[in-house]
């Protein structure tokens, strides 16, 4: 078991497949260039593998691949289907832009993914484009529609903000609620490559909104990053607040990144490189350097002290 230096127990890994991404979404990485990594700075499938059944066998219960947009990354299917028949009870999830989810639905289920979560800001394709800087919607949505019909337990995520999509968070809301979805509303968080001018709308901004058309009830936290929120009738939507303290008391996460770095804190600079242990067949060393970045795990995170991150979110999966 994997416990950190506050007693929280870290069973849950976040894997960026790539950081190239389809998008130039205004929140994270609208000026960034398109490039490509050299293939050989980048672990393998089998590399991955080799460092994450690794991590399972020291407690790892739930692995979250993610990006950039890991469906640019060929055969992830393949990939899903190593981690799965290793130990089929793993919680298995994606999260993506959803822009080719339709495509590979059927063959990531099959090959044992669970949960997929997939961006949804908008549901005005003029709003969506303006975000994602291309036209984007109707293929957003029919991935969406094609997972939840192939048997996946879809969550939506919505970065709001002022003057963009707020003015949505009903619509959004109430689309979720119609098909069976839960949404989470995700407070912008500030970082060094996000389109200048960017405004968060806060939580309490997020449910003024919402409350006035709905009661609600908060929900008891859990190790999720999303509190929790009940409408009368039972249907539950949530809010990640990055800004909070309690986004770090239940962190129970640590990530790594495509290209091999290990890192403890979404928002912390600090990183350690498992590629040259895993390359040279040093299974030892790479558990040392895991049960490293776990005992160093800081107890929050960089914001109390940085009102911007440097962190380049589409190479740590957000």
Same mark, same amino acid.
């Given at each position: ?7 929280? @127990? ?9 950081s ?74 994606? @999260?993506? !832009? ?15 993914l ?17 975000i ?7 293929k ?5 529609l ?35 979805? @839960? ?12 389109? %200048? ?22 929900? %008891? ?30 962190? !129970?996460?640590?990530?790594? @990144? ?14 350690? !490189? ?10 030892k ?34």
């Open positions: 078991m994997l416990i950190d230096s506050f007693n929280r @127990t870290i069973d849950y890994i976040r894997v960026s497949v790539t190239r991404c389809n998008f130039r979404c205004l929140y994270c990485m609208p000026n960034t260039p398109f490039e490509w990594e050299p293939h050989e700075n980048i672990l393998s499938y089998e590399e991955m593998f080799e460092f994450l059944r690794l991590a399972i066998d020291e407690g790892v219960k739930k692995i979250r691949l993610t990006g950039g947009e890991p469906l640019l990354r060929k055969d992830l299917d393949v990939f899903v289907k190593m981690l799965h028949d290793y130990k089929p009870e793993l919680d298995l999830a994606l @999260t993506t !832009n959803g822009y080719y989810l339709k495509e590979y639905a059927k063959k990531l289920k099959k090959a044992g669970k949960r997929v979560n997939v961006s949804l800001d908008s549901l005005k394709p003029e709003v969506a484009a303006k994602a800087q291309k036209d984007v919607l109707n957003v949505i029919e991935g969406i094609e997972a939840k019909k192939e048997g996946l337990l879809v969550k939506l995520n919505t970065v709001v903000m002022k003057g963009i999509n707020d003015g949505e968070i009903l619509d959004l809301l109430e689309w979720a609620k119609k098909h069976g979805m @839960t949404i989470r509303f995700i407070e912008f968080m500030e970082n060094e490559r996000a389109y %200048p001018g960017i405004k968060r709308v806060s939580s309490d901004e997020i449910l003024k909104e919402i409350s006035k058309k709905y009661n609600f009830k908060e929900l %008891p936290k859990d190790n999720s990053a999303s509190k929790y929120f009940e409408l009368e009738d039972g249907y539950v939507f949530g809010i990640i607040e990055p800004h909070s303290e309690d986004f770090c008391k239940s962190c !129970n996460r640590i990530r790594l @990144t495509a290209e091999g770095y290990l890192i403890p804190c979404l928002f912390f600079t600090e990183s350690y !490189n498992i590629k040259e242990a895993i390359r040279k067949g040093d299974i060393k790479a558990a040392e350097i895991l049960r490293e970045v776990v005992k160093n795990k800081p107890e929050k995170n960089d914001w109390q002290e940085e009102e911007v991150s440097s962190r380049a979110f589409w190479e740590t999966g957000g």
